[in-house]
């Protein structure tokens, strides 16, 4: 087992970096939470922007936080307002990932997202980023994941 994947994922992008992260290798989950955003734009927009802007941490189903059999641990997230989507907020909360080497996999629409980033190196400053813009629609782009 070459390491853990546990990542969120709201419309797919997310599910289609896991598919390719279980064919390299890795072990995969997916956090689960009750927090949900409406299918329509705007309300969607608004309900996730502020909830990552404020740095919410909604509840997650089923979490399991256990990584001790796992030297390397990838964290997915897709981006909500320049930020990490506010259920990866208590992935992080409830998974101790010192002294692993992290790997951050952020999805966005368009490959950038400056909060996010200060973010993961304040808080993790070893940990090696890497950001695909909308894999669901550019699956070449998931070749960087090779470099892991
Ligand atoms: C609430 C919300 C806010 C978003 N904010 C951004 C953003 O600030 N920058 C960006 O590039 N993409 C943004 N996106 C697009 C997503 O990051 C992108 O579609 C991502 O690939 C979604 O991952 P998923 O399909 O696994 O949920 C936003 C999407 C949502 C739902």
């Known amino acids: 087992m070459r390491g853990l994947f546990i990542y969120y994922s709201f419309s797919g992008n997310g599910d289609v970096v896991a598919k390719k992260m279980k064919e390299l290798g890795f072990e995969v989950r997916k956090a689960e939470s009750s927090f949900k955003l409406s299918r329509k734009?705007?309300?969607?927009?608004l309900k996730g922007g502020f909830?990552?802007?404020?740095?919410?941490?909604?509840?997650?189903?089923?979490?399991?936080s256990d990584i001790s059999?796992?030297?390397t641990v990838c964290i997915g997230s897709p981006i909500w307002n320049g930020r990490?989507?506010?259920?990866?907020?208590?992935?992080l909360e409830k998974t101790d990932l010192s002294g692993k080497k992290v790997v951050f996999i952020?999805?966005?629409g368009s490959g950038f997202a400056k909060k996010a980033e200060?973010?993961?190196k304040?808080?993790?400053p070893d940990a090696v980023i890497i950001h695909l813009a909308q894999p669901k629609d550019n699956p070449d782009r998931l070749l960087k994941l090779e470099e892991i």
């Open 84 to 91: 990490l989507a506010s259920p990866v907020n208590t992935v």
């Open 69 to 71: 059999n796992f030297d």
């Open 122 to 124: 304040k808080l993790y």
């Open 118 to 120: 200060e973010k993961i």
């Open 51 to 64: 909830s990552a802007l404020i740095g919410q941490k909604p509840p997650l189903e089923n979490y399991n």
């Open 106 to 108: 952020l999805y966005s």
């Open 41 to 45: 734009f705007l309300p969607q927009m």
